[in-house]
């Protein structure tokens, strides 16, 4: 039997992201998946009785999140919050909560911290808010837009001026357009931060989010120091022919 080829060596964006290049979507499942597993592990480790992860919504996610539950042994001490949620009931198509139970499965026993689903999106913002704490989260998986937003923070909107943990998001492009997001100073207080982009579409927003750092691009507004970008070969061709990466 043939050894397996050699994973890509990661690169180093203009910005200082890390860049862990993958073949394609499934193989970022796969990374993706290990990744969250090893930084719930690392928090464990440092003696913490709980993990307080931050998931995103979204098809490649999703993939990811079967099989991390597979890997997790103790999902009761997993408190899982959410890093964007759109404005419906939870049984709605649309809604992420929905979306990551079914993922992970709903004999796992994680406690998942939905969104409240009365009141205006300020009003669930603010609950959300003291759902989350003050406690800075210790893992979170994001994803990217083919506009560059992340969470539900797109680029160049207000909300990436919001100080708090979260923010109320009312003209969100891509419908639903009431959500409610963590907001860049939640983000940047995060342990460990994970960037999952797949597919030729999300191309040119990764390239802009790993040459700049600014409102144009929210996830470059991130600190590089805790931030690992997971890109297949699709999402990251701009990049290497932007000369995106650090020789």
Known sequence: MA???????????????????????????????????????????EAAARVRLALSGGGTPVGAYERLATLIDDWPSVDVFLADERCVPY????????LIDEALGTDRGHVLHRLDENGS?????????NELGAAPLDVVLLGLGEDGHTASLEPGHPSLEADGVTVAVLDMKKPPPERVSLTVPALRAAG??????????????LSR???TVGPDAPASLLRPETLTVIADEAALAEARSDGAFTD
């Open 209 to 211: 989010t790993l040459r």
């Open 3 to 45: 050894d397996a080829a050699p994973r890509p060596t990661d690169l180093t964006a203009q910005n200082g992201f890390r860049v862990v290049p993958v073949a394609d979507a499934e193989a970022a499942k796969d990374v993706t998946a290990r990744a969250l597993s090893d930084a719930i592990t690392a928090v464990r480790a």
């Open 192 to 205: 460990r931060i994970l960037l999952l982009v797949t597919g030729e579409g999300k191309a040119e927003a």
């Open 121 to 129: 999106p300020g009003d669930r913002a603010r609950a959300y808010a």
């Open 91 to 98: 049984g709605d198509d649309d809604s992420n909560a929905r």
